[in-house]
């Protein structure tokens, strides 16, 4: 009689249901990049302006009327538009392999003859980087406008500033979404990861040369709409009601964000198949 | 049925990778035979929902391949032509990750990926990272993934490209065990004649995108004709017009052989009555036994 049986054994468990079977994915995927220690590093190091921005908090808590210390909604926008930086960094290492390296050894054959979707498996890779996007921006935001709240002696800040609360999680979410589509569309693009992160990053700097070049020759900051940058920049002002940064209207630069949003999704789900039909 | 297709066509452009494909499939073990190129893989998909096909329709396990892709491929294992898996991960995540994406527990994925590790014969491989396995083992791995939720139904695309003989014979009576002694139905395409006839008890023959026959080995086999394997002396290209004239077909073999088939109803004696009419001589005359190689010649070649 063996001790354990090697052989096939029919499997007679439960099965989850679908509707959630994209979160396998996210949480793989998350899995994946929590073991790689650089990444952690990056996170830890992405967290640095926030604990500075806690202090400042708590700083101006007790020596009250100090110029350079003002706890409004400027602080926070100021905040959210600084963690850009690391949201880049972190959208790069986390993203530009997400598909890529997929594409790179025929993964997408294994995933798709699985019960899952096309659109299962963008949400699937997109919830990677929302979740680790949202870590520098939409919770130290969230929890920066906490601490504000709990360091004042009164409820006072928080009747002046409660709408902030959703100019965070908007002007947050609007980072989060347009870096994590734009990141999955170049990742789709090509079995590189090395090169869907040039791309990437191209895609920022090149439009925001251009747009330098543009207001060089054309002398007006109406034409800032074409900076991805800028244009989140001019969305963040409008949504904590602060004055403009640039010429050029706020429903143009939402409709910038929007189209390239959508476009970006549009090329994911378009590139993500099972077959790769050569013409 | 667990496979019934009705004149399924699929294009790509101008392309037609396959013609009115019609399929019955009883269960059991399937080979899906043809040269490269053929349709095979195309069949596999379609039959997976990875391709919309532009005419015709049917059903796999009972659900709609056109409406209930997902239903399939809860109940199928697949197993693709190409050198795959997901990067970053050992055998045993692999192969666990590919059993939550079916739908398991993450808790049973993970004894389950265990168990078909074990299986297919990686089992003290299991901790190694996938991308360091040799060709072998990838195929194994494969193997394991598509078997990893306990499948009605696999498909097995090519599954001995790259191995060695004694890989190739190791995997072979994998197949053969899941087919016969694990109740799992097997469709293994393949352009390998040899392993088609170890594993599989019916076959198909796909070729330019069409079906030219199908049904079980040994009914085909029996059904095929005549096959004799001569050596003469003498004008070969006259034997050969000849023979073509009475409808026989001719195929050169190896050391001067001929390997005639026959035309139904005609026996032996018209190969000497050609030979004695045209002052040949037969110096060796031997009927072959049918092949399946014999069966798919014959079919490729009245194509």
């Not at chain 1, 905040?79 to 790069?92: D, N, V």
């Not at chain 1, 940064?245 to 409709?255: A, C, D, F, K, N």
Request: aromatic share 10%.
């Amino acid at each position: 009689m063996p001790i354990h049986d090697l052989s096939y054994r029919h499997w007679s468990g439960e099965w989850t249901t679908h509707p959630y079977r994209w979160w396998v994915i996210t949480r793989q995927g998350i899995r994946i990049l929590t073991q790689k220690k650089r990444f952690i590093a990056l996170l830890i190091l992405s967290l640095l302006p926030f604990l500075v921005r806690t202090v400042m908090l708590y700083v101006s808590n007790l020596v009250e009327r100090l110029p350079f210390l003002k706890i409004d909604a400027k602080f926070f926008e100021d905040f959210l538009t600084q963690q850009m930086f690391f949201t880049f960094l972190i959208a790069i290492y986390a993203g530009a392999g997400l598909i890529a390296n997929d594409l790179k050894v025929n993964a997408l054959q294994i995933y798709l003859s699985k019960p899952i979707t096309r659109q299962d498996y963008v949400i699937g890779k997109l919830g990677v980087l929302v979740f680790f996007l949202s870590l520098p921006t939409l919770v130290p935001g969230l929890l920066l406008f906490l601490f504000a709240v709990l360091f004042q002696n009164d409820l006072s800040f928080f009747q002046r500033n409660y709408w902030v609360v959703a100019s965070i999680a908007g002007y947050s979410s609007l980072i989060v979404l347009s870096y994590s589509l734009i990141m999955l569309a170049v990742s789709s693009l090509s079995k590189s990861s090395r090169f869907a992160g040039i791309v990437f990053a191209a895609v920022f700097f090149f439009s925001q040369i251009l747009y330098g070049v543009l207001r060089g020759i054309l002398r007006t900051t109406s034409v800032a709409w074409v900076s991805l940058g800028n244009n989140l920049s001019q969305v963040g002002d409008f949504l904590f009601r602060d004055s403009p940064e640039y010429g050029s209207p706020v429903w143009l630069s939402i409709l910038v964000l929007l189209c390239i949003m959508g476009g970006s999704a549009w090329l994911v789900h378009r590139r993500v198949q099972a077959v790769e039909v050569v013409k | 049925m667990v496979i019934d297709l009705e004149n399924i066509t699929v294009e790509f452009g101008k392309h037609k990778a396959l013609d009115g494909v019609s399929m019955q499939f009883s269960g059991g073990s399937m080979g899906l035979l043809g040269p490269n190129g053929a349709g095979k893989s195309t069949l596999l998909k379609a039959l997976l929902g990875f391709i919309n096909p532009h005419a015709g329709g049917g059903k796999v396990l009972g659900f709609d391949i056109r409406g209930q892709q997902l239903a399939i491929r809860q109940r199928v294992g697949y197993m693709p032509e190409n050198d795959c898996h997901i990067p970053g991960m050992n055998a045993v995540s692999f192969v666990s990750y590919a059993g939550q994406l079916t739908g398991m527990k993450p808790k049973d994925a993970m004894q389950r990926a265990h168990e078909i590790l074990f299986y297919v014969g990686l089992g003290e491989a299991r901790y190694r990272n996938v991308e360091t396995y040799s060709t072998g083992m990838k195929q194994r791995i494969k193997l394991a993934q598509a078997l990893v939720h306990d499948p009605e139904l696999v498909f097995l695309d090519e599954p001995t490209n790259g191995l060695d003989p004694k890989g190739r014979i190791e995997m072979l009576e994998l197949i053969r065990d899941i087919s016969n002694a694990k109740g799992i139905h097997v469709i293994l395409s393949s352009h390998l004649l040899p392993d088609v006839e170890w594993v599989c008890g019916e076959v198909m023959v796909i070729h330019k995108g069409r079906r030219l026959t199908s049904g079980r080995i040994e009914d085909l086999k029996r059904d095929a004709r005549a096959v004799f394997e001569c050596r003469i002396k003498g004008d070969v290209d006259t034997f050969r017009e000849q023979l073509s004239l009475l409808g026989c077909q001719c195929q050169d073999g190896q050391d001067g052989l001929i390997r005639v088939f026959m035309v139904d109803g005609l026996a032996s004696r018209c190969l000497l009555q050609v030979a004695r009419d045209h002052n040949i001589q037969i110096r060796h005359l031997v009927p072959l036994k049918q092949s399946l190689e014999d069966v798919f010649l014959q079919v490729i070649g009245e194509s």
